[in-house]
């Protein structure tokens, strides 16, 4: 006796001709009169196939898994192609054609609540849209171009690899009012901006240490950008440009010649970057000051048998792997990589407000680096460093991030 795969979705190419799309990650065409099989698509054991359409000119089907991924199949020589964006399971694909250049899109709707456009005569993504509430919507084109509404303005930011950048520092540059009808033709808007995520220069990085009443910065000098750095105690602004002649190396800025804005006690003390042009700051790099008023301003020498008014905060290190690669007969999940990346930018961005200094690795299979792969190898490599490197004072943590595959 055989069993046919639970049915998941269908569509009719014809009267006669019936497209289903199965469990088992399969999708088969049917004689819709007598019943039988014509032909079948993919790979069986595969990811379940939720949603399936065709196109207006009845030669392609789309279809749309639980893994995430919408594949355009050539009904002819069953040729298809990926579209990848989404990050957990699609729950609709649908086909659309723009009657003024003929173009046929598809649309798709996800369960990680967007949605997405894409020009099917190139594979690529034209535009996502999110609906927040019965109010708020935005929607993002790939090159950081947005059009949003006020309330979804509030909870936006922008991502740049880790960085996060503030939208009120973006917005001149990305903002295009009426985005989703230029993007699908229907009206001849004149482009506001024309700036592209992809080309954006960020502020350098830099590691800094307060030892004593002093303050020393490392700038990492192969990140391109302004040398300035902005110092801050809370909110308060104490210097605009604390490095003013450009150097890449600071060492025992006296803290004590600012002493009249500190607290007794524990103060929070800022760091601000900038990129080349200065039109963005970088995230404030944060450190606890122990101030108290008998400290002995000087010329910045540090004495090593005077009682140290830092009392500091640990650093953590953090190795965050995500494998999506498996041997055998297991279909490619994308998962792991995609939920390590995700969890590398919350871990770096909550990290630099609870902690001194973050060493992050993040190794994924979804790299192009050899040494950034997550193989044994290479995690190895990385715990070493952090052996070597992490003091009595440090917080070592580790996330693997992998599906199991039970048969």
Known sequence: MSFLPKILSLVFLSDSILFTGNMNGLIQKWNAFNGKLI?????PN??????????????????????????????????????LGHTTKILSVNFSKIKKDDRELLISGSEDGTSKIWDISTGK?????????SLDWAVVAPDGLFDASSGAMELMHYTVGLEVVELD????????????????????????????IHSFELYPSFQAQIIEDHLNINIDSKTEGSKKLSLYVGVKLLDDNINPNGLTELKNVDLLKYSKWFAEDTNIISLVS?????????????????????????????????????????????????TSNYSGEI?????????????????????????????????STASQNKDSISTRENIEKV?????????????????????????
């Not at 032909?39 to 790979?43: F, N, P």
């Open 331 to 363: 279909s490619r999940l994308v998962f792991p990589d995609k939920d390590a990346a995700s969890m590398a930018q919350g871990v770096k961005e909550i990290g630099k407000r609870l902690f001194g200094k973050v060493y992050l690795n993040l190794l």
């Open 125 to 133: 993504e034209l535009i996502t849209m999110f609906s927040i509430d």
């Open 383 to 407: 715990i070493k460093v952090f052996a070597n490197n992490a003091k009595e004072r440090c917080f070592v943590n580790l996330f693997f991030w992998a599906w199991l595959y039970i048969q």
């Open 274 to 322: 900038y990129n080349k042009d200065e039109s963005l700051k970088s995230q404030s790099y944060r450190l606890v000051y122990r101030y108290t008023s008998g400290s002995k301003s000087g010329s910045g020498e540090i004495n090593p048998n005077e009682k140290s008014s830092f009392k500091g905060i640990a650093d953590l290190y953090a190795l965050i792997v995500g």
């Open 39 to 43: 032909d079948t698509y993919g790979q």
């Open 169 to 196: 520092q973006v917005k001149s540059k990305f903002y295009q009012p009426g985005l989703l009808r230029m993007k699908l033709g229907h009206e001849k808007l004149v482009p506001l901006v024309e700036s592209d």
């Open 46 to 83: 595969g990811d379940k196939i939720n949603t399936i359409s065709k196109s207006k000119d009845q030669k392609f089907i789309a279809s749309g898994s639980d893994a995430g991924i919408i594949k355009i199949w050539n009904i002819n020589d069953k040729s298809s192609i990926e579209l």
